[in-house]
Nanobody, 128 residues
Framework: QVQLVESGGGLVQAGGSLRLSCAAS????????MGWFRQAPGKERKFVAA????????YYADSVKGRFTISRGNAKNAVYLQMNSLKPEDTAVYFC?????????????????????WGKGTLVTVSS
C-alpha cells in the first residue's frame, strides 16, 4: 500500500520555525518529483515547494522564497520542509505530494490535484 505520511505540524508563534517531514512507503520514490502544497481554511490548495527526483532542483512559491527550504532524504523516500520566519498567513494544512511523470518545475506552475500520490496533511498554525 502506497502511503505518504506527513508529520511535524503544530502551533508556533510568528517568527518561529517548524520542520515538516513526509515519509513515503509502499514503493520506491527515488524517481518521483515530490512537493509540498498547503490549503488555508476556505481557500484553494496552493503550491509551496517542489524538489526533483535527484534533489538537484528546487522550486518555491514567491510567498515562501528565502524562508522555506525543501530537501530529500538520502534514500529519496522522504521529503522535508524547513520553515523559518513563519508568518500568520502561513497557517494552513500542509500536504505532501509525489508524481512520477510530472516534474518538480511543472508542480510549481500547474494546478494541484493531478499528482499520483497525496498525503493526508499536517496542520500548521502560526499565531501572531
Amino acid at each position: 500500500q502506497v502511503q505518504l505520511v506527513e508529520s511535524g505540524g503544530g502551533l508556533v508563534q510568528a517568527g518561529g520555525s517548524l520542520r515538516l517531514s513526509c515519509a513515503a512507503s509502499g514503493r520506491t520514490f527515488s524517481s518521483y518529483a515530490m512537493g509540498w502544497f498547503r490549503q488555508a481554511p476556505g481557500k484553494e490548495r496552493k503550491f509551496v515547494a517542489a524538489i526533483s527526483w535527484s534533489g538537484g532542483s528546487t522550486y518555491y512559491a514567491d510567498s515562501v522564497k528565502g524562508r522555506f527550504t525543501i530537501s530529500r532524504g538520502n534514500a529519496k523516500n522522504a521529503v522535508y520542509l524547513q520553515m523559518n520566519s513563519l508568518k500568520p498567513e502561513d497557517t494552513a494544512v500542509y500536504f505532501c505530494a509525489a508524481d512520477l511523470l510530472i516534474t518538480a518545475q511543472a508542480m510549481s506552475v500547474m494546478p494541484p490535484g493531478g499528482m499520483d500520490y497525496w498525503g493526508k496533511g499536517t496542520l500548521v498554525t502560526v499565531s501572531s
